[in-house]
């Protein structure tokens, strides 16, 4: 099974509103990712979380913040967004990082369109 | 720097026509190559990967070679159906020390014609 899911498929959210979204695998994989998606674009990375702890931000401003609860969940919390954060938030996760390559596999994805 | 140049689309093909999408890659060490597809609506799914030269992915009648010599991934389908209609991404994946970081190409929009 490799199968990544994430809540909510859709979110629509105020300026000011706080809106968590959630990642789950159950694959036993120790990295996960957030990405952020454009449309036409490619994926862009945002964190990378390895063993819980977070090991890259891509100078993501603070309005999102990560949290790796345990080693199977991550969140992102958003707070203050802005309009043009509407885009495709992608959870992703991999059997490890370091050392060793490996693929990443990602879930369905949440569209967020903030207003 | 590492990166990854991928043929311009869209591309539009008839049913069962013959498939290529063109990637190539700049890197500085040895990695490792993908292609991950991407239906309307939704997320990434892994298509197939090679992890060293000469290596051939394949998977759903697609297939890629790893060619070191001209740092190529050029994904290849013999007969493409409307299902197959999708972008797809190469990316490559570099050992990167604390973590591994993907690399992705622009995308290219296939459109298959019945």
């Known amino acids: 099974d490799t199968e990544v899911t994430q809540t909510p498929k859709h979110l629509v959210m105020g300026m000011t509103n706080k809106k968590s979204l959630k990642c789950e695998q159950h694959m036993g994989h120790r990295a996960m990712y957030w990405y952020k998606q454009k449309a036409k674009k490619p994926p862009e990375l945002m964190f990378v979380y390895s063993y819980e702890k977070l090991s890259i931000n891509e100078s993501v401003p603070s309005r999102f913040s990560p949290e790796c609860p345990n080693s199977s969940l991550l969140n992102l919390h958003l707070h203050a967004l802005q309009p043009e954060d509407s885009a495709l938030y992608l959870c992703?996760?991999?059997?490890?990082?370091?050392?060793?390559?490996?693929?990443?596999?990602f879930g369905p994805g949440t569209r967020l369109t903030v207003t | 720097g590492n990166s990854v140049t991928q043929m311009e689309g869209p591309v539009t093909l008839s049913e069962e026509a013959f498939l290529t999408i063109n990637c190539t890659y700049t890197?500085?060490?040895?990695?490792?190559l993908f292609w991950y597809v991407q239906y309307p609506g939704e997320g990434l799914q892994l298509l197939l990967k090679?992890?060293?030269?000469?290596d051939k992915g394949s998977n759903k009648g697609f297939e890629a070679t790893y060619r070191k010599e001209t740092t190529s991934f050029h994904l290849e389908k013999g007969s493409v159906q409307v299902s197959d209609s999708a972008v797809y991404f190469c990316?490559?994946?570099?050992?990167?020390?604390?973590?591994?970081?993907?690399?992705f190409g622009t995308g290219t929009l296939l459109a298959v014609q019945p």
């Open positions: 090679a992890t060293k030269a000469d």
């Open positions: 990316a490559l994946l570099l050992y990167g020390g604390a973590t591994n970081k993907l690399i």
């Open positions: 890197a500085t060490g040895y990695p490792s």
């Open positions: 992703a996760s991999s059997q490890g990082s370091g050392q060793v390559v490996h693929e990443q596999y």
